[in-house]
């Protein structure tokens, strides 16, 4: 299933700087000031000593062994809806990661991936900074499918998607005269991960994301250096940022990446994706539908809110020519295919289609150096065809948050960095092969074209999707919900923390 998005660009709706308090928070291990879309005014903290002339932050304070001093969590650090209700889309959070010491993160990208990262740091008591080199936050693009177990894990960081989305109960796959190959229920991999799979617009979770998280916009990485004190990071305008931990969320085309450990580009699969989100001209339901044969593949379903979620897939190659008309060729190649395909394009205009070219890189051994690594599509960039990209990055923030709790230094941050990447890295090489596979057998064709699997689908098409569906996602994830579950702590779902330090 197609999965991906275009690129993106800057919703209009938020390009204005606004004072909502939930967006409100800035960390400033900066040397000289970075645009923000808030007041100060509205800013309730305790600031942290004061960045001294030399553009060096001072050391913190350490034992004998020269292990960081814990502050306690509940010492000086206030809540963000301080004197007034905690805002009601951070009442939710669990805090399942506390651990180790008080680390102040820097994350490259305010992305799906970037964001959840940020959200769990923030969620387990870091201290956090969001760098986005786009002037306000990025809401473009089509659908994503959130599968059951990266559901579980947005549900830990208190995102729910099931409420502006559409949780999918099937997928069926169909040739395009209509007849029915595949029947995946996903009644048992819903129950068994505690969470639906959801069809979800971008713009809704991204924005659900981002709520209460510190962005600075406008700033664009430039280069990163490190020692075993840490890691600063240059912005293009020159300003500087210090910190414990940085993480390159900065997508497939990372520059962090770059600087890292592979400055190879990424890849062009051969295919590319016309997507997009329009009325729906007919009822959806809870169904998931691809349709396919060994040149054709697209999709259709409900993102919710009365949304048809469409994606029509295409050879593709750079330098290839875009259309005049998208929509007239995707007419043409999608000819004598049965309803409602012909519905579909009806409701379509051009201007309701984005193109998306699939890409991919090298999944390199080591995703990071020192106190660096890499998330999402950084580390680990794929074609959307299983519709993995996002559910990946959310398996990645598990990990990484979970490796991080064991922290009670800085010394100890670069190891944990490393268990993180061991640990991660075969399921992202796995979910990458499977996906270029996938390619290379025109996406699922060779299911609707597998004689054994049609003679089993026959006889019980629901279970033997269930079961194909269900024993890839399991393959795919590193946590099953009740393992996500008994991290948690034992106390009531709190508000996310942030503090804000001084700068000159």
Not at 152 to 163: D, K, N
Not at 258 to 263: G, N, R
Not at 268 to 290: E, H, I, N, Y
Request: with cysteine.
């Amino acid at each position: 299933m197609t999965g991906g998005t275009p690129g993106s660009r800057p919703d209009s709706a938020n390009t204005k700087r606004r004072t909502d308090p939930l967006n409100h928070h800035l960390d400033a291990t900066r040397i000289r000031p970075s645009r923000c879309q808030t007041s100060s005014a509205d800013l309730q903290r305790r600031p942290l000593p004061a960045v001294p002339p030399t553009g060096r932050a001072p050391k913190p304070k350490q034992d004998a062994q020269g292990s960081l001093l814990r502050t306690p969590r509940s010492s000086g650090v206030r809540n963000l809806g301080a004197g007034r209700p905690p805002p009601s889309a951070l009442q939710k959070v669990v805090l399942p990661f506390v651990g180790g010491a008080t680390v102040h993160a820097l994350v490259i990208g305010a992305g799906l991936a970037g964001l959840a990262t940020a959200r769990g740091l923030l969620a387990a008591g870091h201290e956090v900074t969001v760098l986005e080199q786009a002037p306000a936050l990025r809401t473009r693009g089509g659908a994503v499918t959130v599968w059951p177990f990266g559901n579980a894990v947005l549900s830990v960081l208190g995102v729910h998607p099931e409420t502006a989305g559409q949780p999918i109960a099937e997928v069926d796959l169909r040739t395009p005269t209509g007849r029915t190959v595949l029947k995946c229920d996903l009644t048992g991999i819903t129950r068994e991960a505690g969470a639906p799979a959801v069809v979800i617009p971008r713009r809704a979770l991204i924005r659900q994301l981002a709520s209460g998280i510190p962005v600075q916009y406008d700033a664009r990485f430039s280069s990163l250096a490190h020692t075993r004190d840490g890691v600063t990071v240059t912005t293009t305008d020159g300003t500087e940022y210090q910190a414990d931990l940085l993480i390159g969320a900065d997508g497939v085309h990372s520059r962090v990446r770059a600087q890292l450990v592979d400055a190879s580009p990424a890849r062009p699969t051969g295919m590319g994706t016309w997507q997009g989100l329009v009325p729906a001209p007919f009822p959806l339901g809870t169904r998931s539908t691809m349709v396919l044969d060994r040149t054709r593949e697209c999709g259709f379903m409900s993102a919710g809110d009365g949304l048809l979620a469409f994606f029509f897939d295409i050879p593709w190659k750079a330098g290839d020519a875009v259309p005049a008309s998208p929509l007239a060729e995707l007419r043409r190649r999608y000819s004598g295919c049965a309803a409602p395909l012909p519905a579909i394009f009806d409701a379509l205009t051009d201007d309701d289609l984005e193109f998306f070219p699939h890409t991919r890189h090298r999944i390199t051994r080591a995703w990071g150096r020192g106190p660096c690594t890499l998330v999402g599509d950084a580390a680990h960039g794929m074609p959307p065809i299983l519709a993995q990209g996002l559910n990946q990055g959310l398996e990645d923030v598990a990990v990484l948050m979970t490796e991080l709790a064991s922290v009670s230094g800085r010394s100890d941050v670069a190891p944990a960095l490393r268990a993180y990447e061991r640990t991660r890295r075969r399921r992202a090489v796995l979910a990458g092969t499977l996906a270029r596979d996938a390619l290379r057998l025109s996406g699922p064709t060779a299911l609707a074209h597998s004689r054994p699997l049609l003679n089993l689908t026959s006889f019980a098409p629901g279970a033997a999707g269930a079961a194909l569906l269900g024993t890839l996602l399991r393959s795919l994830s590193h946590r099953r919900h009740d393992e996500l579950s008994a991290l948690a702590v034992s106390r009531p779902p709190a508000a996310l923390h942030v503090v804000r330090a001084s700068a000159t």
